[in-house]
């Protein structure tokens, strides 16, 4: 027989009607909320927790549908954090590298090129920059080669595999002078690299062989000028004409054609040598058009080499190189004869731009390892920094704004 509801039930009937429809309401906004996660997160998500539907059995007697689906959906919960908390660019980039060592192994050149842009793309790193470019020379692309190193330089101005690959490929394209600085440039960084060695003695011989060739082509043209215009052709007219003073030894030398043939020797030997040093004059005023303000080591040390022995050309580059920079120039490249060089440079700047040469005074402290550098110089090299300090930068004639900061920086650069 059917229980008659008590006053009690009938009064408390509407509360408890009411707190169900408020729970149905909670769950049914906590389903929803759940699907905008979903949707929001990943749609591989979405897919998952399909699967793992159709793979659950149906719920046990006694467990409620609520709790079957949220314990479903603390499993894609988690699927979803472990998606969202691994960094899947660099780990693509690297496999993507890796995949591109493999077909290099295996001489699948143009598939190893593929798999390196990919990782470039995902995450540009110098090996990945200078692994594509071993690729591009194995495919002879050369310039593409020379760009990649100079990208993986960019990043990385010490890496020597840049350097040794760049070598290579500024050979194949003829450009052999930058190919033997970068060698060079390669050595220094690691002098005891047999590979290296013998890429560099390579390179040098190259371009030692180009520069004689082309000496050899310049000094038959000025001779040939010459000998039209001395008119040494040994023929019943030749006539030098010089200057009196070989005229007039021409003259007394009529009866003996080999005493004439030796002073138009002469005399075109020293034209000759005229020929050669106004060559190098125009050279030296081409190439300080040509200098470019540097932005790593490598660039600011080939260029001071290339510049040895001319000292206006080093101070045009120094001058070309803004002061604050140097750190980032340098970063942990500068070498101690380097350093001397340089501040022997500031020292003939100082002269005449007294303000720019105590710029550079003042930043390059703040070079990496400058310190050590300085602490580690040979007695030479100390004596004559001091020498320059006390000779160049302590004058009394010095403006009084130069000599406090000069003041300052001694303790800094002439160490006891």
């Not at 472990?82 to 960094?87: A, E, G, I, T, V």
């Amino acid at each position: 027989m059917a229980r008659v509801p008590s006053k009690h039930d009938r009064d408390h009937s509407p509360l408890d009607f009411k707190g169900f429809l408020s729970n149905l309401q909670d769950f049914d906004a906590s389903i929803k909320d759940s699907r905008k996660f979903n949707s929001q997160s990943h749609t591989d998500n979405m897919k998952a927790a399909r699967n793992m539907g159709k793979s659950t059995p149906r719920s046990q007697p006694g467990v409620s549908r609520q709790d079957d689906y949220l314990k479903k959906f603390d499993q894609v919960g988690q699927l979803s954090s472990s998606f969202m908390s691994s960094d899947v660019g660099p780990v693509d980039a690297n496999s993507e590298k890796e995949l591109g060592n493999e077909f290099f192994k295996q001489r699948k050149y143009k598939e190893a090129v593929d798999c390196y842009s990919k990782s470039i793309a995902l995450s540009p790193t110098a090996v990945a920059y200078a692994n594509r470019a071993m690729a591009y020379l194995k495919l002879k692309r050369f310039q593409e080669a020379e760009d990649d190193c100079t990208e993986a330089l960019n990043l990385d101005d010490r890496y020597i595999k840049a350097y040794s690959r760049r070598s290579t490929a500024r050979k194949e394209l003829g450009k052999l002078k930058d190919s033997k600085d970068d060698a060079d440039f390669a050595l220094r960084l690691e002098p005891h690299n047999k590979e290296i060695k013998m890429q560099y003695a390579e390179a040098k011989s190259l371009y030692d062989k180009e520069l004689i060739k082309k000496a050899s082509a310049s000094l038959k043209e000025a001779t040939q000028g010459l000998q039209k215009e001395l008119k040494l052709d040994n023929g019943p007219q030749s006539t030098p004409k010089i200057s009196e003073t070989t005229v007039v030894a021409a003259t007394k030398t009529e009866s003996c054609p080999e005493t004439f043939h030796n002073v138009g020797k002469k005399a075109l030997k020293e034209s000759v040598h005229e020929l050669a040093a106004r060559a190098a004059s125009l050279a030296t005023a081409e190439a300080a058009k040509d200098i470019v303000p540097p932005t790593t080591a490598y660039q600011f040390e080939a260029s001071w080499r290339g510049f040895s022995g001319n000292h206006a050309l080093q101070a045009r580059l120094l001058k070309a190189t803004d002061p604050v920079m140097l750190p980032q120039i340098f970063k942990n490249a500068l070498s101690a004869p380097l350093l001397i060089d340089i501040i022997r440079c500031i020292a003939t700047i100082f002269i005449d731009e007294a303000d720019l040469a105590v710029k550079f005074l003042e930043n390059l402290p703040n070079v990496p390892r400058f310190n050590m550098i300085i602490m580690c110089l040979s007695p030479t090299d100390k004596s004559d920094l001091r020498r320059i300090w006390d000779e160049v930068f302590c004058k009394k004639e010095i403006a009084q704004q130069y000599l406090e900061v000069l003041q300052l920086l001694h303790p800094r650069y002439c160490i006891q």
